[in-house]
């Protein structure tokens, strides 16, 4: 069984990281918002933001995790910038395909906004969270450090 450091030195790889929040992404659309979400809006007009909430929580906790992973601000920066370039291609190819909740996207009616200003919003989103990840692990580290002194 892997130890959980060679774990975290995994998840630290920019390649895994963009996989990583392409593939939750894919899974919190299939599993939460076609399976919970899109049966209910025949009932409301517009989608509760509790529903939204509940479909950024997978995002949210992967990008802690990832940034739990990182060993300095360099990895932080390089997982957001990954993690930014999975979401986009995975908002880009939903787009394409003509996937429920993606039919009035940028990446289809203005793809320089998509490209430019929609990835610069993702990626301050994603560093905020991988940088929230990143502090957390050295603050363990920290308290772990003077509990041993």
């Given at each position: 069984?892997?130890?959980?450091?060679s774990?975290?030195?995994?998840?630290?790889?920019?390649?895994?990281t963009?996989?990583?929040?392409a593939?939750?992404?894919?899974?919190?659309?299939?599993?939460?918002?076609?399976?919970?979400?899109?049966?209910?809006?025949?009932?409301?007009q517009?989608?509760?933001l509790?529903?939204?909430l509940?479909?950024?929580?997978?995002?949210?906790?992967?990008?802690?995790?990832?940034?739990?992973?990182?060993?300095?601000?360099?990895?932080?920066?390089?997982?957001?910038?990954?993690?930014?370039?999975?979401?986009?291609a995975?908002?880009?190819?939903?787009?394409r395909?003509?996937?429920?909740?993606?039919?009035k996207?940028?990446?289809i009616e203005?793809?320089?906004?998509?490209?430019?200003t929609?990835?610069l919003v993702?990626?301050?989103?994603?560093?905020?969270?991988v940088?929230?990840?990143?502090?957390?692990?050295?603050?363990?580290?920290?308290?772990?450090?003077?509990l041993?002194?």
């Amino acid at each position: 069984m892997a130890s959980a450091a060679s774990l975290l030195r995994y998840l630290s790889n920019p390649l895994v990281t963009a996989l990583s929040l392409a593939g939750v992404a894919l899974l919190s659309e299939f599993a939460l918002y076609q399976n919970l979400v899109l049966p209910k809006l025949p009932e409301s007009q517009y989608v509760p933001l509790g529903w939204w909430l509940t479909m950024l929580i997978p995002l949210a906790l992967t990008s802690l995790l990832l940034g739990f992973s990182c060993r300095s601000i360099r990895s932080v920066l390089a997982s957001a910038s990954a993690g930014t370039l999975g979401l986009v291609a995975y908002e880009f190819v939903m787009a394409r395909l003509n996937q429920p909740g993606h039919l009035k996207s940028f990446a289809i009616e203005d793809p320089v906004y998509f490209f430019i200003t929609h990835a610069l919003v993702i990626f301050v989103a994603v560093l905020i969270v991988v940088l929230a990840g990143f502090e957390a692990h050295r603050l363990i580290d920290h308290r772990r450090e003077s509990l041993v002194l």
